[in-house]
């Protein structure tokens, strides 16, 4: 179902008009879906991914893998390689761009102070992770009424701290954050996403740290970054080629092919003009005439 539609989305985004489909799971009739999207042909698509299958199943597709699995980066060089090996070898687009690119989900609060920065983002971070599980793996959940907070908070009285320790090197100095950023780059990963609304993270702590990142850390990656884009798709490029040749495309209409509809509201019901008010024949008088001038 997920994949029927993602490729179907992509057709509707990029095609003019939309030709119409009918799946095992969705089906549409020509339409126009308008407004464009302001990316061509359409913006990058990504998938959420919490194991290495559904890496290699966005390599399989051509579209970005964003991992939420908060792995080392010694296990994301080897997540990383899996994606693009596959990528090379097996790749048929889903969509009419291919997206190759990694993103590892990462934990982040940095402070000139380690201990601070430990204090304003930790917990939340923790929080992040433990209702990830709540979710996806271990809870059972009554939506509106189960307190997952109170639920984190006995969770941590009764497991040790070293249970949910893991991802945490985000947290820290802003050297700290640098050393850990390059790791993740130096393993491959093409982008992160930090962690920073989780649990009671406060808004002014959040942006602190973004302006201490945006002053003290990002500049250096920003700087190398369009040549280490370039050097990746230039590597890609040949790949890429191969990989729209294996694509069977969703063919375009001719004009003389575009199906015409009547207009919606005459296919809903036939209306009795003796039972409308004055207004409502007025109203449709001047439906009439306005299609009997297109006529003549």
Same mark, same amino acid.
């Given at each position: 179902m997920w994949r029927e539609t993602v490729e179907q989305v992509a057709n509707m985004m990029a095609m003019d008009p939309y030709p119409g489909y009918q799946g095992k799971y969705f089906s549409m009739p020509v339409r126009n879906v308008v407004p464009k999207p302001v990316q061509k042909p359409h913006p990058p698509i990504w998938v959420a991914c919490s194991n290495r299958d559904t890496i290699h199943l966005a390599a399989?597709?051509?579209?970005?893998?964003?991992t939420f699995a908060f792995v080392d980066?010694?296990?994301?060089?080897?997540?990383?390689?899996?994606?693009?090996?596959?990528f090379k070898n097996e790749c048929v687009?889903?969509?009419?761009?291919?997206?190759?690119?990694v993103a590892m989900v990462t934990s982040f609060s940095t402070h000139p102070d380690h201990? +601070?920065?430990? =204090?304003r983002g930790q917990d939340g971070f923790r929080f992040f992770q433990f209702a990830l599980g709540h979710h996806y793996a271990f809870g059972t959940h009554k939506p509106g009424r189960t307190p997952i907070w109170e639920h984190y908070e006995k969770m941590?009285?009764?497991?040790?701290?070293?249970?949910?320790?893991?991802? +945490?090197?985000?947290?820290?100095?802003?050297?700290?954050? =640098?050393?850990?950023?390059?790791?993740?780059?130096?393993?491959? $990963?093409?982008?992160? $996403?930090?962690?920073?609304?989780g649990g009671n993270n406060q808004h002014e702590h959040i942006c602190e740290s973004l302006e201490l990142f945006a002053s003290d850390v990002m500049p250096e990656f920003k700087e190398r970054e369009a040549e280490r884009e370039k050097q990746k798709m230039d590597e890609l490029a040949p790949y890429i080629e191969a990989a729209f040749k =294996?694509?069977?495309?969703?063919?375009?209409?001719?004009?003389?092919?575009?199906?015409?509809?009547?207009?919606?509201?005459?296919? $809903?019901a036939e209306v009795d003009e003796s039972q409308l008010d004055e207004a409502g024949k007025r109203r449709r008088a001047s439906m009439k005439r306005m299609q009997e001038a297109l006529r003549s």
């Amino acid at each position: 179902m997920w994949r029927e539609t993602v490729e179907q989305v992509a057709n509707m985004m990029a095609m003019d008009p939309y030709p119409g489909y009918q799946g095992k799971y969705f089906s549409m009739p020509v339409r126009n879906v308008v407004p464009k999207p302001v990316q061509k042909p359409h913006p990058p698509i990504w998938v959420a991914c919490s194991n290495r299958d559904t890496i290699h199943l966005a390599a399989q597709l051509g579209i970005g893998a964003l991992t939420f699995a908060f792995v080392d980066p010694a296990e994301a060089a080897k997540w990383v390689d899996d994606y693009y090996t596959t990528f090379k070898n097996e790749c048929v687009p889903i969509g009419h761009r291919v997206n190759p690119n990694v993103a590892m989900v990462t934990s982040f609060s940095t402070h000139p102070d380690h201990d +601070e920065a430990v =204090r304003r983002g930790q917990d939340g971070f923790r929080f992040f992770q433990f209702a990830l599980g709540h979710h996806y793996a271990f809870g059972t959940h009554k939506p509106g009424r189960t307190p997952i907070w109170e639920h984190y908070e006995k969770m941590k009285r009764n497991l040790p701290p070293e249970i949910m320790s893991g991802g +945490e090197g985000g947290i820290g100095t802003p050297d700290e954050l =640098r050393a850990h950023l390059k790791k993740f780059s130096d393993s491959g $990963v093409d982008q992160t $996403v930090f962690i920073q609304q989780g649990g009671n993270n406060q808004h002014e702590h959040i942006c602190e740290s973004l302006e201490l990142f945006a002053s003290d850390v990002m500049p250096e990656f920003k700087e190398r970054e369009a040549e280490r884009e370039k050097q990746k798709m230039d590597e890609l490029a040949p790949y890429i080629e191969a990989a729209f040749k =294996r694509k069977q495309w969703m063919k375009e209409l001719a004009d003389d092919e575009i199906p015409e509809y009547q207009a919606y509201g005459m296919m $809903v019901a036939e209306v009795d003009e003796s039972q409308l008010d004055e207004a409502g024949k007025r109203r449709r008088a001047s439906m009439k005439r306005m299609q009997e001038a297109l006529r003549s």
